[in-house]
């Protein structure tokens, strides 16, 4: 492989261990997460547990796919659709003035307001996406104990980023700008 193929299969194995791990946050978080879904989507909260259960599938199905090279393909196309979903919800909710809306989408149990910051990370994470639906499908060696690795850490530095951009002071300075 070469070292772009290899970056991107190391990408891939972020992405679909963020999508099972966000799936699993749902099914242990589920009245913070159907609130997130009723404020962000608008929705009467009786459709918002559906919603939850639907999109945490997705995003477990989206995660595994990503993980079979024969399904990478798939599961690259749906956590795309997955992410500009989401990235669309929160801009929608951003653009009408209701910052306060938590998106759920912190693996914490901190309530984290829009700003700056999840609209960037949805952007990352929707360009991730396209690299992926654009990128190589020979990834056959994606579960390489160093890919695996390579997946883990960069799952650690996004939670850390997060958790480090759930805490206030830092937010407001940094929505001041």
């Known amino acids: 492989l070469t070292v772009s193929q290899q970056i991107l299969a190391q990408i891939g194995l972020f992405a679909a261990f963020l999508l099972i791990l966000s799936s699993g946050h749902k099914w242990l978080q589920p009245a913070r997460t159907r609130v ?36 990478r393909y798939a599961g690259a196309a749906l956590a795309l659709l997955i992410w500009s979903v989401y990235f669309l919800l929160i801009a929608r909710a951003w653009a009408a003035g209701r910052r306060d809306v938590d998106c759920g989408c912190s693996f914490g149990s901190l309530h984290q307001p829009l700003g700056a910051f999840p609209l960037l990370r949805n952007v990352t994470l ?36 997060d958790q480090v951009m759930a805490l206030r002071p830092i937010r407001r300075a940094g929505e001041a700008i």
């Open 36 to 71: 997130a879904v009723q404020k962000l989507a608008s929705l009467p909260l009786r459709f918002a547990k559906g919603v939850v259960v639907v999109v945490s599938l997705l995003e477990f199905c989206a995660g595994v796919l990503l993980i079979v090279p024969v399904t």
């Open 126 to 161: 929707v360009a991730i996406g396209l690299a992926l639906v654009l990128g190589p499908t020979d990834v056959s060696d994606l579960l390489s104990p160093s890919k695996i690795l390579a997946g883990l850490a960069l799952l650690a530095l996004y939670a850390a980023l």
